[in-house]
């Protein structure tokens, strides 16, 4: 059986908002760890808009999302958080201590008193293709995600798609591969162009297929794959794998949290605006998956979210202590956890 992670507080979300609360807890000793179903950190900002410059972040008058990402992520390091990547968290249920227990997808289990969510627009999810019957394959034939390469060799790979993570994988898993084969409706790519060039000598060198066309059908038992049909522009044709690897692009949607018995309003969860709590005592909400009167769903709203979340979760944890209001500039005791004095 797995071993429970204790720690002070668990963070659903890895994007900016959840990054920049490590730092806000961390000036008040509270340990985290985060979770993200996502393979990297930053949220929206990592994955929907890596190179496109934000302009309205307090002091940086341009910052692109991923540079603003690896910021926050340098900004959290002194207080060495612990990152959990491609983890959903599936369930959050009281524990007998009233403290919070909680399990991911991957079968991992956290308890902590404080539970901090910041999951943006919700999870990150892989859109499916439209074809028939595919959920009796996934997670034995079909995969959306590469966790593991290594549990991909020696398979005969049909990857489906015209993006980075298609060209990508194609790439990555066909030395590998006992066979490889790439699949897009069109033959024109919304890819790196160096990803494409690649792609097209393994082509050239035969040690890969290009197909034009759609998946229709596909073909196998008990889970296990044996080919495909393919809808092409000259008519129908068959491409045998006993793996299938679609990547459509990721949609967000609110996810699990919508089980946890949480009050939602309009699929947010709302909070009052002095500690960022919800229904469930020790359980906070901030950045975009929030919602209270004149809410704006800004990076720079998440930040102040954070902070007064922070102060809130240390008195949930030690009803008993103050807090001294201190300055990061002089109090050499902020400094000394920042690694700096
Ligand atoms: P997110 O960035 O959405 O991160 C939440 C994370 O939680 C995700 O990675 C998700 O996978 C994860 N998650 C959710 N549920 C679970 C679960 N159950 N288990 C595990 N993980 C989970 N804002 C600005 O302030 N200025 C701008 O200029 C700006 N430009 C934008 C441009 C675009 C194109 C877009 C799409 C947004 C822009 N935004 C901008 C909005 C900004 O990106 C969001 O406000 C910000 O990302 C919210 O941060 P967050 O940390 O709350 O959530």
Redesign the pocket.
């Known amino acids: 059986t797995q071993e429970t992670i204790k720690t002070d507080v668990v963070i ?7 990054l920049f609360a490590v730092f806000e807890l961390g000036l008040l000793d509270l340990k985290a760890h985060l ?4 393979d990297k950190p930053g ?3 990592a994955e ?2 890596p190179e ?1 410059p ?3 972040i307090p002091g940086l008058p341009q910052v692109s999302g991923q540079e603003l990402t690896d910021r926050l992520m340098e900004q959290a390091a002194p207080f060495d958080p612990t990152y959990h990547y491609n ?3 599936e369930s959050m249920e009281k524990t007998g201590e009233g403290h919070w227990r909680l399990k991911t997808d991957g079968g991992l289990v956290f308890e902590a008193p404080v539970v901090v969510i ?7 999810q892989p859109k499916k293709p439209p074809i028939p019957g595919i959920e009796e394959y996934e997670g034995t034939s079909v995969f959306y995600a590469v966790k593991k390469m290594e549990n991909f060799r020696g398979k005969n790979i049909l990857i489906s798609g015209g993006g980075d993570s298609a060209l990508d994988w194609t790439i990555n898993l066909q030395p590998l591969a006992n066979s490889m084969q790439l699949i897009h409706r069109r033959d024109g790519f919304r890819a790196a162009p160096d990803s494409v060039n690649k792609m097209r000598a393994l082509v050239d060198e035969q040690k890969m297929k290009f197909h034009l066309g759609q998946i229709t059908e596909l073909h196998g038992a008990n889970g296990q794959l044996e080919g495909v049909t393919v809808k092409g522009k000259d008519g129908d044709f068959n491409v045998e794998c006993d793996t299938l690897l679609p990547f459509f692009g990721l949609t967000m949607k609110l ?3 919508a089980n946890w018995g949480l009050n939602l309003h309009e699929n947010l969860i709302p909070v009052d605006t002095e500690k960022f709590a919800t229904n469930e005592p020790g359980i906070y909400a901030i ?3 929030n919602w209270y009167p004149g809410k704006l ?4 709203s ?1 930040f102040h979210e954070a902070a007064l979340m922070a102060q809130a979760a240390f008195k949930h944890i030690n009803p008993e202590a103050k807090i001294t209001f201190q300055y990061t500039t002089s109090s050499t005791s902020l400094q000394k956890k920042l690694g700096v004095a």
Do not use: H, R, W
């Open positions: 659903i979300g890895a994007g900016p908002v959840g979770i993200d179903i996502l949220g929206q900002c929907l808009y496109k934000i302009y309205d983890e959903m968290v910041a999951a943006g627009g919700g999870s990150f996810g699990p949290i950045g975009d998956i769903k800004l990076i720079l998440g």
